[in-house]
């Protein structure tokens, strides 16, 4: 009887000791996330009562800025993968564009800073002072990525993407073109408009955003179009003017690489510090002065904005740098 009794009490005593065990566990998280926040509260109360210039300061020290493509690579790909690659974009642009439109917008940006500083709580400043470095990362990690072929399933998509554009701005540069207007030749309008197929389609989306470029003296202010908009239909276009030609049977795809799938977290990583550098602005400049200083991130020729970037001369052809890089033998064949 005692035996038992001690092997209940022994018991007892275990399930206690685990109880008081859970008990502590639990208080130990809840201090931990106690302290956590009341340390993001005293950075809130700090950078309050700090001055702008010295948080400027600040994250630009704490920033990582070393342009070496293979080292920034290094650093900025265990973020990258963190990234989750479902429903991931496929990148079809050209980094070194990309970088050149960022140090743009950082150089239209610095004056500014300290008024949005002010104004917001976290401005993630260091992560916008390391877009130049990042965009480098993107440029190395793009030139990794095997050559292959986009597939079927994937053109059909960036078609889809750009046909509602390709219409509306075919349709407002048939108007444009009028004789009562005439701000742009009516016969390269028509000549864009003719034909079809997807080859057809693929040139337009390159055509396009062509005229806006070659008129912009006639056409600035009068059209509604945004210069990203008129970009991604370019950034489309290139990419798939290299995969549709007719005659050709649609290649066999192998399966993405991993290798494309960091080229492209890569690249969603970019696209959202650039999001935070537009948010910098339009906080600082209102919305409107924002996108008219700001050149689209993948802007590659002026569109009549104030902020749009020329093509720079060393820029290498689209398929050195992962635009993709997947985008470059094979095609599917023009319907």
Do not use: C
């Not at 390269?188 to 079809?196: D, E, L, N, T």
């Not at 912009?216 to 009068?222: E, N, Q, V, Y």
């Not at 399966?255 to 650039?274: M, P």
């Amino acid at each position: 009887m005692g035996g038992n009794k001690d092997r209940k009490s022994g018991e007892n005593d275990a399930k206690a000791g685990k109880r008081d065990g859970a008990k502590d566990a639990k208080a130990g998280k809840k201090d931990a996330k106690a302290g956590k926040k009341a340390a993001r509260s005293a950075r809130k109360r700090d950078r309050a009562g700090a001055d702008p210039a010295a948080l400027i300061a600040e994250a630009r020290a704490d920033a990582f800025t070393d342009e070496a493509p293979e080292r920034a690579f290094a650093h900025f790909r265990p973020l990258a993968e963190r990234v989750p690659a479902a429903d991931l974009p496929v990148f079809t642009g050209q980094p070194l564009l990309m970088r050149a439109n960022v140090r743009a917008a950082l150089d239209a940006l610095d004056p500014h800073l300290p008024a949005a500083v002010s104004a917001l709580r976290e401005p993630r400043l260091k992560e916008v002072f390391e877009l130049p470095a990042l965009v480098m990362a993107l440029d190395f990690s793009a030139a990794r990525v095997p050559v292959a072929t986009l597939s079927a399933g994937d053109i059909d998509r960036m078609l889809a993407e750009g046909a509602p554009w390709r219409e509306l701005m075919l349709s407002y540069l048939e108007v444009a073109s009028h004789p009562l207007l005439g701000l742009l030749p009516r016969e390269r309008v028509a000549a864009v408009r003719a034909g079809a197929g997807k080859l057809d389609k693929a040139r337009d989306f390159v055509a396009l955003p062509g005229l806006f470029a070659e008129f912009s003296g006639a056409l600035a202010g009068k059209h509604p179009f945004p210069a990203d908009k008129l970009d991604l239909l370019a950034t489309l276009g290139g990419a798939l003017v290299q995969q549709v030609r007719p005659g050709n049977a649609v290649a066999a795809v192998p399966k993405r690489t991993g290798e494309s799938i960091l080229r492209d977290q890569l690249a969603a990583l970019v696209a959202e510090r650039y999001d935070h550098l537009q948010v910098l602005a339009a906080v600082a400049l209102g919305k409107r002065k924002a996108d008219e200083l700001l050149p689209a991130l993948r802007a590659a020729v002026a569109l009549g904005s104030a902020g749009a970037a020329e093509t720079p001369e060393e820029a290498p052809a689209e398929a050195q740098d992962g635009a993709p890089a997947e985008a470059l033998q094979g095609a599917p064949t023009d319907a």
